[in-house]
């Protein structure tokens, strides 16, 4: 492992922490003047702080979008090989799998990425299930869009299969054709 890996675990680890950009004291952990004091605040927050919350914020949507767009042309993929031919409705169903797990990984990764980000934002809490809510309906739409269209394709082959045996049945009657 170079110097380098271990220079961004240490890092990473300072980060998670807390403690980016402070070096831990070694010093006694509660000094007599401390403990009697409140904690200092926290610095106010610049412009530059919110420029960077709103780069992340647009830069999250953005990798929602795209995933959420590839899954939907999966789909439409999907949509149209139904209808060109018999061989294209065995590979519909792969497209439309494709298009759901595209939709599915990117709202999820949305969701966790928007709930562990959210002070990084600078979010309050409602607006970010008010984004979630959004997320996970649009989510829901696509699934129950592709339900129908799956459960009419599978209608359709229901009813063309059993209205061939019902005609059928009626020419084994006894009765004649003429």
């Not at 961004?8 to 003047?33: E, H, K, N, Q």
């Not at 042309?73 to 494709?98: K, N, P, W």
Request: aromatic share 10%.
């Amino acid at each position: 492992m170079g110097w380098w890996a271990r220079a961004v675990g240490r890092a990473a680890g300072r980060f998670l922490r807390g403690a980016a950009g402070r070096r831990p004291s070694r010093g006694p952990r509660c000094s007599s003047s401390r403990a009697s004091s409140s904690p200092p605040p926290p610095p106010p927050v610049s412009e530059l702080d919110k420029a960077d919350a709103w780069l992340l914020r647009k830069a999250h949507e953005t990798g929602f979008l795209s995933w959420f767009r590839n899954g939907l042309l999966a789909t439409g993929i999907g949509v149209i090989s139904y209808v060109q031919s018999d061989m294209g409705r065995e590979a519909a169903y792969g497209f439309f799998i494709l298009g759901g797990i595209c939709v599915s990984y990117g709202s999820a990764s949305y969701l966790v990425s928007l709930f562990l980000l959210r002070r990084t934002m600078m979010l309050a809490f409602s607006t970010a299930l008010l984004n979630g809510t959004v997320v996970t309906t649009v989510a829901l739409f696509w699934l129950c869009a592709i339900s129908l269209y799956i459960g009419r394709l599978e209608v359709e082959i229901i009813q063309e299969d059993s209205s061939d045996e019902c005609q059928d049945t009626k020419k084994d009657d006894g009765k004649s054709d003429e």
